[in-house]
């Protein structure tokens, strides 16, 4: 007998799933890009891991954000350009390279590695100006370097480093964390300088270039602080003269918690952090409203993901790649979805070999993590309607809050349903009842994750094609309701025409 039950609403549409809902995020960290994305002309002939950009192009990775993080708040983009062998080795001011975590950065990788590496795997770019140590000429010469098809010194210049057409970057952010890592800036400090870039990067728009550049400001899970920050925005008219087009947060989850050492009651608390993030989502967007009612701004969250104990400097922030991050992920998808009109784009952090990647290399292997086979299993999401879906299930009390054990979400296209359910009790098994308005149930696919794996199971080389999905057990009465046993910690897709 069930005992939850997920009721879809197919004629009560959410918006559509932005597919950059599922981006991701690469920071000059650890060995993300260096050993991970990027080594040298040894491997090809262009410096990429083959075997890495093989398993992110499989990904259809919708965009990629580059190059931080509190990184990019001390990175002059200049130094990343030209020759390789010109290029200047800097200081990495708040990170290391490789799990040495070396302060200092090579600029092997730079700009035109960026943008080539998302044009092989046909991401978006998603780049980060430097607001903290930099300077609004420095970001608009930046945009005018990637982007424009004159004659300027800038534009011949990417000509010479050997991409004749403007690479079309459309999303520049402004800044990182800048009211932490990007300058311990107040909010409306940063206004001011959310201001000044603005006008030097938004002025190219309909003047050097055709294409219209997408605004990122910075945010923050205090909310307070971007009430200040939204409040001085739009002050007198700047904000309906100007662009934002998005605003930000980030939000990481576990960071008290081994993953290797916890028991069920860690990963309740772990979970229940991750299912924080749709609170922080809310208030963000009714700040967005209550302020800038006047402008479609997104939200857009650019760092999330699971932060362990074990992701310190001293590991290079690599971690074990459990079922359990896997889980939240799946969870946190299930969010994005039920919230799809208000955000235009996320960025799991991060994308290969630090925090919570997709993918990880050990020596001359490359393979897919849980969280990899999460984004799999949502991919039919992206670019349909997503619509309103109740649950009723079982809770758990977790110190102050309670644990739905079992989650939801769905989204329509042409008459097929697809439905994401998640059953996040690592301990028991949930029969959960599916009923889709206004479907026979007549054609039902059904997969599922994670069978018979513990929350804290480890991939590694040799055990990585175990985590792929398997076919998941349902029944289908004759009203068309479908009826599947969820394992502990396990995620399902199921089909319904």
């Known amino acids: 007998m069930a005992n939850a039950r997920v009721t879809v609403h197919t004629e009560a549409g959410i918006d559509r799933v932005e597919p950059e809902l599922h981006g991701h995020f690469a920071e000059h960290l650890g060995r993300c890009i260096y050993d991970g994305i990027y080594t040298d002309d040894s491997v090809d002939e262009d410096g990429f891991r083959e075997d890495v950009v093989a398993l992110l192009d499989e990904l259809e990775m919708p965009v990629l954000r580059w190059p931080g993080g509190c990184f990019a708040d001390d990175y002059h983009w200049e130094d990343g350009v030209g020759s390789v062998a010109d290029r200047p080795r800097r200081r990495n001011l708040f990170w290391g390279q490789g799990r040495e975590m070396i302060p200092e950065e090579s600029n092997r990788f730079g700009t035109d590695e960026f943008l080539q ?85 938004g002025s190219m728009d309909g003047q050097l270039l055709d294409e219209d550049l997408e605004l990122i400001g910075c945010g923050f899970s205090n909310h307070e602080w971007n009430r200040r920050f939204m409040e001085d925005m739009t002050d007198g008219i700047w904000l309906s003269d100007m662009q934002m087009d998005h605003l930000t947060l980030h939000h990481y ?61 001293g590991t290079g922030l690599e971690q074990p790649g459990t079922v359990l991050d ?46 990899y086979r999460v984004y799999d299993l949502y991919a039919p999401h992206k670019g349909n309607e997503a619509v309103t879906t109740s649950v009723e299930t079982p809770t758990r009390e977790v110190g102050d809050d309670e644990l739905p054990l079992v989650g939801a979400s769905a989204s329509v296209d042409d008459g097929e349903v697809y439905v994401t359910a998640t059953n996040l009790d690592t301990r028991a098994a949930h029969t959960v009842e599916f009923t889709v308005e206004d479907a026979t149930g007549d054609d039902v696919d059904a997969s599922v994750l994670f069978e018979g794996q513990e929350p804290d199971m480890v991939v590694d080389a040799d055990n990585a094609d175990a985590f ?30």
């Not at 430097?130 to 000509?159: I, Q």
């Not at 479609?296 to 992701?311: K, L, R, S």
């Not at 969870?331 to 991060?350: C, E, G, R, Y």
């Not at 398997?470 to 479908?482: E, K, W």
């Open 117 to 201: 590496l998302c044009e092989r795997i046909g991401a978006e770019p998603y780049l980060a100006v430097n607001v903290g140590s930099g300077d609004p000429g420095e970001a608009a010469n930046w945009v005018e370097y990637c982007n424009y098809d004159g004659d300027t010194e800038l534009a011949d210049r990417r000509r010479a480093n050997g991409h004749e057409d403007p690479y079309g970057v459309r999303y520049w952010g402004i800044g990182n964390e800048n009211w932490g890592c990007g300058g311990n800036m107040g909010p409306e400090q940063y206004a001011g300088e959310y201001r000044q870039f603005a006008t030097y990067i």
């Open 253 to 313: 989850y576990g960071r008290t918690m081994s993953i290797l050492d916890g028991d069920a009651e860690d990963y309740d608390e772990f979970l229940t952090g991750a299912l924080a993030l749709d609170d922080h989502v809310e208030r963000i967007a009714g700040t967005i409203e209550a302020t800038a009612s006047t402008r479609n701004v997104g939200v857009i969250v650019d760092e999330w993901g699971a932060w362990h104990t074990e992701a310190d400097p």
């Open 326 to 371: 896997a889980l939240s992920a799946a969870a946190v998808l299930d969010i994005f979805n039920d919230h799809a009109d208000v955000m235009t784009m996320s960025n799991i952090a991060q994308t290969v070999n630090v925090l919570q990647c997709l993918v990880e290399t050990d020596g001359d292997d490359a393979f897919k993590r849980p969280t």
């Open 468 to 497: 792929a999905a398997d076919d998941l057990d349902v029944s289908v009465d004759g009203d068309g309701t479908v009826t599947a046993e969820l394992e502990p910690g396990t995620v399902a897709g199921i089909s319904v025409e």
